[in-house]
């Protein structure tokens, strides 16, 4: 007779290895579709064939069109490609953020973190900042996110432990003066800096070059090993503070580390596509409730999942309405609000009340 602890640890295996799946070839489809989808309409199995033939396989057709090919990897492939890159990597942070601050409501947008990365983006916009060269921008949101976040950690603890109503408050506070220095540097800039802010309050992917998906690519790419190499420490933390110290978890250390590690992400996302909320919200949720509390498979999930939602909300920015690009943050927001409000009810009820 099979075990009853066999049973359950192989169907977590069985659920992980479908979502898993699922999660990779829904991305894979999406990012096919979106690569194919605008003025100029690509059939997939033309945008395949020109992926296939950058690695010397000829098996499907070039784009039929004299421009397709250019289209696709001028426009196209690096737009495509940050969508994936930024939707993994807010989706991380914000895995990371309800793990180190043991509230399933911790996430960049919300508490101010991605507009504490604007102020830092917009400093450099407005001012002309080049001291780091193409990474300049992204140094500078990644210091700006990076304080917004010690701020946050600093003011929600109190007596060992992150309070539901301090988080929010701290968050709106933060948004709030980030907001205000946002319309300060419009009020300083010119004309073209006012648009460029502009576009760092709406989010939008408009614009992606390779140059930016190579500077953000192994930023995440860091983000996501140092969440590997955190998640058993992470899971251990779940267990309370108490626990987690008495098992050989320096917590305050894995904290600080964590809070690097989610300004890191967060200012790469920040510098290059705006605004986007509510990804790093909805994305790990939805994967815990399928996954359970185990930090491992969740990162893998929650980047998938990240990288899948935003490629879909940039193809809908693109297409809802014709010839005309959405801001993506906008439609992240529409979808993410009310799964927050929800989240929020979830959680007040489950505590009793806003402690």
């Not at 979502?19 to 489809?29: D, E, K």
């Not at 991605?114 to 450099?124: D, F, I, K, N, R």
């Not at 073209?192 to 992917?205: D, M, N, T």
């Not at 987690?244 to 690097?260: P, Q």
């Amino acid at each position: 007779m099979t075990h009853p602890r066999t049973v359950a640890i192989s169907r977590r295996t069985t659920t992980r290895t479908l979502l898993f799946a699922a999660l990779a070839v829904s991305l894979v489809v999406s990012i096919i579709v979106s690569a194919g989808t605008g003025q100029l309409g690509i059939p997939p199995q033309e945008v395949l064939g020109s992926l296939l033939q950058r690695v010397g396989i000829d098996w499907l057709p070039m784009p039929a069109h004299p421009a397709g090919d250019a289209t696709l990897w001028a426009i196209r492939f690096p737009r495509v490609a940050m969508a994936a890159l930024v939707g993994a990597g807010l989706a991380v942070a914000g895995l990371l953020m309800q793990a180190i601050f043991g509230n399933p409501l911790a996430e960049p947008g919300v508490i101010g973190v991605s507009s504490g990365a604007a102020v830092g983006a917009g400093l450099c916009i407005v001012f002309g900042l080049t001291v780091f060269g193409e990474w300049t921008t992204a140094v500078f949101a990644f210091a700006a996110g990076l304080v917004a976040t010690l701020l946050v950690y600093a003011m929600s603890r109190a007596e060992g432990r992150t309070e539901v109503v301090t988080l929010v408050l701290t968050g709106i506070a933060i948004n709030a003066v980030a907001g205000a220095g946002i319309a300060l540097l419009t009020f300083l800039g010119d004309t073209q800096s006012r648009e460029q802010i502009v576009f760092w309050q709406l989010g939008s992917l408009a614009g992606s070059r390779w140059s930016q998906a190579l500077i953000v690519a192994p930023i995440v790419a860091l983000g996501l090993l140092a969440a590997y190499f955190a998640a058993r420490k992470l899971d251990l933390l779940s267990l309370g503070e108490r626990n987690a110290r008495h098992l050989g978890v320096n917590v305050e250390v894995l904290r600080v580390t964590m809070i690097f590690v989610v300004a890191l992400l967060t200012g790469a996302a920040v510098a290059f596509a705006g605004i986007i909320a509510f990804v790093g919200l909805v994305i790990p949720h939805l994967m815990r409730m399928i996954l359970g509390p185990a930090h491992l498979p969740l990162i893998t999930a929650s980047a998938l999942g990240g990288a899948l939602l935003l490629t879909l909300a940039d193809l809908a920015a693109r297409t809802v309405v014709p010839n005309a690009d959405m801001p993506i943050g906008m439609l992240t927001a529409l979808v993410g609000g009310p799964f927050f409000f929800w989240l929020l009810r979830r959680t007040r009820k489950r505590s009793g009340g806003w402690g």
